[in-house]
């Protein structure tokens, strides 16, 4: 719900938007650099500046067979930035030679697939005896809540990013 003002109210924007932090040993520009180098290789468009990269545009994958929605940078063999709508990468240095990595994503694809998917299972449990088809709803509720926002829409991302940092 939007309020009068244009602004979401507070509990949707935290869910929509989750923040990663950490630190790595290379400093700031390098860790910069490789980011906009994953982005590039996941296909996603992106804007960078002062140490920060910021997508413009995330690649979309609505068919499994667009090669988009593969990648072989992780083992699950998916590119996780198909469901995100945006990602913000804000390198800092600090003290001793670390930069902290403030990686921001936007999970508004990710939550528009649950709702999908669970408009879907709806469907299907309209057709299905009473104690099924809530079974059903529940069930594809949480595997696609845990699938694709927690997983796909945030650890993927944020451990691609780290691994990315962690290369030699």
């Given at each position: 719900m939007i309020r009068g003002d244009g602004a979401a109210p507070k509990k949707a924007r935290l869910m929509m938007h989750k923040t990663?932090?950490?630190?790595?040993?290379l400093p700031a520009q390098a860790a910069s650099e490789r980011i906009e180098g994953l982005l590039s290789k996941e296909?996603?468009?992106y804007r960078a500046a002062n140490l920060s990269v910021t997508s413009v545009r995330t690649p979309i994958a609505v068919l499994g067979i667009q090669p988009?929605?593969?990648s072989h940078s992780n083992w699950v063999g998916l590119n996780p930035f198909t469901f995100v709508s945006g990602v913000e990468v804000q390198c800092e240095q600090v003290d001793s030679g670390l930069t902290k990595v403030t990686v921001r994503?936007?999970?508004?694809?990710t939550l528009l697939w649950v709702a999908f998917w669970i408009a879907c299972s709806l469907l299907?449990?309209?057709a299905m005896p009473e104690p099924g088809g809530a079974i059903l709803v529940i069930a594809v509720a949480c595997a696609?809540?845990?699938g694709i926002v927690s997983f796909l829409g945030g650890y993927l991302i944020?451990?691609?990013i780290s691994?990315?940092?962690r290369e030699g």
């Open positions: 990663y932090e950490f630190v790595c040993q296909g996603v468009k988009k929605l593969y994503v936007n999970r508004l694809r299907a449990a309209r696609t809540w845990f944020k451990k691609e691994d990315r940092l």
